[in-house]
């Protein structure tokens, strides 16, 4: 224990006074903790490259409507505001796309950036925002082959290969003995989570064997498809891992039932894991999918983002404007931490530990800033929390 000596000089009496008076009079000194409240004002300014018009405009509005959010509730921590983006369309004109980006880089001097959401798009960015230090954030989920994705490049989400990764894991702690993986040949992020499940379930120890189909695009017969893996005598599936689309899958899961096969059904992201199950089947069997943002997750930081959502728009957010409002919360995190200097942001998102999210907990591992994936499963017609499986 420290004790402090007692001065009896007329300097410590006169401070001694002081305090005693402002203490009579309702008047004290602010704690330090109130201080650290009080927004710091930083310089820094966040460039957004989405596209605003053209095909994928909707998808930029989205992103940009949980950007702006995040802002407006969170932003006050660190001085920025909805004035602090700096936004470039790129819809309409894409092949200007690295003006759009220099511009945002050099003249307006950005901190960091926030888009594209293609992964063409994405690529075009790797070498200046390399060079200038500046950190991309992407919604895309594709597997981009950039050489500084993890130091540069961000993905906000998962890729469709770690989401077959972390269903392995999901199916394994199931204890399916086999599972029949059924995929889109012409589709890459069916194919894309196919072969990491594959070559996962089959090299975890004891979780059993896989056997593989795809299908060609337009198929809507999947019968001779089911009888093939449903009547394996060898290996009889216990689980359909269903990588495709959501009609796609409808029409598995109708002929699956119609044929009596029983086993549990394991889907993908593409089916958006809606609150209401709207495919027309009574399913057979037990059904979990994936997803990228689920409203109903019990946690105060997506409590409130749907509540302020809804409360501004009168609606339910989606998971783009999900992934927006998280790109928020890493840069306001990142300009926390590290202040608006050249180089600081992408610093400290490359060190980002663990920041809680809306769609899950955020850490930097492996170019993606997310770090689990939940699934849900299927009861009555809508699904529920089920469990989070963390990425590998």
Known sequence: MTTRPFFRTAAALTLVATMTLLAGCGG????????DEQPEQLNALVGVLLPRSGLNKTEGDAILAGLELALKLKGNAVGLDKSSLKIEDYGTHPED????????IEAE?????VGPIEPDRVKVCESLAAKSKVPVLT???????LMRVGSTVWRLTYTDAQEGRAMAEFAAKKRYATVAVIDDSDMPASIARGDAFFER???????????RISYDRDVLDFRRIVRMVAYNTHAKPAAFYLTGRRLEVANVLQQLKSMN??????????????????LEVTPAASIFAPCRFFPERDDMTTRGFVKAFRSATGRDPGVLEAL???????VIDALKKGGDKPGAAAREIAGLKLLSGVTGQLAATGGSLASEITVLRLVGKKFEYESNVKLK
């Open 28 to 35: 004290k000194p602010k704690p330090d903790e109130e201080k």
């Open 97 to 104: 796309l690295a003006s759009y980006l220099s511009n945002l």
């Open 109 to 113: 001097e950005v901190s960091v950036i």
């Open 139 to 145: 919604s895309s989920s594709a597997e981009i082959p």
């Open 201 to 211: 379930f089959e090299a975890l120890a004891g979780a059993g064997t896989v056997t």
């Open 261 to 278: 096969v029983t086993g549990a059904v394991l889907g993908s992201t593409d089916w958006d894991a809606p609150r209401d199950f709207t």
């Open 324 to 330: 927006g409002y998280d790109a928020g919360l890493v």
